[in-house]
């Protein structure tokens, strides 16, 4: 299986921040971008906390469009999912199978372990947040579903 790095630095949503000071964003001050291409078209991403590219705790947000889908795939770490808006459907396997979904609403939570293969999907437009341990990686179930070797 291939294993592709999201890195983000080119996207221009990095925000440097000092970890030691803290600080507070309001939703309007998010800086959304074109999510990286290991991920499929269509989705935005903002950085809130720390560099997914680097080691590390990070917070993202990821706005996914309509019918929005990510094939099955894994982390070499935890990722806690939160639903911001929209409707998160979740699932383990190794393929995307709706009907072995979970559905969560705006305010649901999943704790996905690391290496385990799962697939999510969106109904409408959706925002979640995801916090992780950097640097950030996913490795497709299938290799072919790897968007960023299909271009």
């Known amino acids: 299986m291939?294993?592709?790095?999201?890195?983000?630095?080119?996207?221009g949503t990095l925000?440097?921040?000092?970890?030691?000071?803290?600080h507070a964003m309001r939703a309007d001050q998010l800086q959304w971008g074109a999510a990286p291409s290991v991920l499929?078209?269509?989705?935005?991403?903002?950085?809130?906390?720390?560099?997914?590219?680097?080691?590390?705790?990070?917070?993202?947000r990821l706005k996914a469009p309509a019918d929005y889908k990510i094939p099955a795939h894994s982390h070499p770490t935890a990722e806690r999912v939160t639903v911001i808006s929209g409707e998160f459907n979740f699932g383990m396997g190794d393929k995307l199978d709706q009907a072995k979904a979970e559905?969560?609403?705006?305010g649901g939570f999943v704790d996905l372990p690391a290496n385990m293969n799962h697939f999510a999907?969106?109904?409408p437009e959706t925002v979640v947040q995801i916090d992780s341990?950097?640097?950030f990686v996913i490795k497709?179930?299938?290799?072919?579903?790897?968007?960023s070797k299909s271009q």
């Open 133 to 135: 341990e950097g640097p």
């Open 140 to 147: 497709y179930a299938n290799p072919a579903d790897d968007p």
């Open 103 to 106: 559905k969560l609403a705006s």
């Open 40 to 60: 499929p078209k269509g989705a935005q991403l903002a950085v809130l906390s720390g560099d997914p590219s680097k080691t590390g705790p990070f917070t993202i």
């Open 2 to 11: 291939l294993t592709t790095s999201l890195l983000l630095a080119t996207t």
């Open 15 to 22: 925000m440097a921040q000092d970890p030691k000071a803290g």
């Open 121 to 123: 999907f969106m109904g």
